[in-house]
T-cell receptor, first 116, second 114 residues
Framework: EAGVAQSPRYKIIEKRQSVAFWCNPI?????LYWYQQILGQGPKLLIQ????????DSQLPKDRFSAERLKGVDSTLKIQPAKLEDSAVYLC??????????????FGPGTRLLVL | AQSVTQLGSHVSVSEGALVLLRCNYS??????LFWYVQYPNQGLQLLLK??????LVKGINGFEAEFKKSETSFHLTKPSAHMSDAAEYFC????????????FGTGTRLLVSP
């Protein structure tokens, strides 16, 4: 079974530029998550989708970050314009059903973003 | 709201020694607790999880953790460290009622020396 796929793996941009990350979850997984992991910290949930609907985006900086999951499969996370503090690893995860508390989340390898 | 505290950002052990990584949680409702491992340049992989079935939870690669409600702890142990155990370990918590996001600790880097 293929795992969660993410691209690109690395990205370097200058501040005020825009960037997009792509995630393809495990086949059949209804719930998709985007996390931000800043160096030295644990992952922080940015947004959670169930199928193509948003369940939680309370920690997404909506003035510059946007995400979509059209057709309820793969997803794109965009930052526009980027700031220095956006330098982090962006992790995508998926889970099989509704994202209930005990459900295991499966993580992709992440996209490492450096904003100069 | 839930939170976890991982004591020690770095833990060093010798190969063959006991591994003990500490995690204390805070939750106003019964929690679900998780340990994830992250190898360099990789995503997180589930080691084990507590979902209220049994307080002693066994995971992959010889790791186990014990849920102690009285101490609000969920420490991760392994009897004998291997060089391949060197990685970053994250404790995480969520609630077992309704929808709650998974909240991670700041992580503990395990260093294993020969």
């Amino acid at each position: 079974e293929a795992g969660v796929a993410q691209s690109p793996r690395y990205k370097i941009i200058e501040k005020r530029q825009s960037v997009a990350f792509w995630c393809n979850p495990i086949s059949g997984h209804a719930t998709l998550y985007w996390y931000q992991q800043i160096l030295g910290q644990g992952p922080k949930l940015l947004i959670q989708f169930q199928n193509n609907g948003v369940v939680d985006d309370s920690q997404l900086p909506k003035d510059r970050f946007s995400a979509e999951r059209l057709k309820g499969v793969d997803s794109t996370l965009k930052i526009q314009p980027a700031k220095l503090e956006d330098s982090a690893v962006y992790l995508c995860a998926s889970s099989f059903t509704s994202g209930g508390g005990q459900e295991t989340q499966y993580f992709g390898p992440g996209t490492r973003l450096l904003v100069l | 709201a839930q939170s976890v505290t991982q004591l020690g950002s770095h833990v060093s052990v010798s190969e063959g020694a006991l591994v003990l990584l500490r995690c204390n949680y805070s939750s106003s409702v019964p929690p679900y607790l998780f340990w994830y491992v992250q190898y360099p340049n990789q995503g997180l992989q589930l080691l084990l999880k507590y979902t209220s079935a049994a307080t002693l939870v066994k995971g992959i690669n010889g790791f186990e953790a014990e849920f102690k409600k009285s101490e609000t702890s969920f420490h991760l142990t392994k009897p004998s460290a291997h060089m391949s155990d060197a990685a970053e370990y994250f404790c995480a918590v969520t609630a077992n009622t309704g929808f709650q996001k998974l909240v991670f600790g700041t992580g503990t880097r395990l260093l294993v020396s020969p």
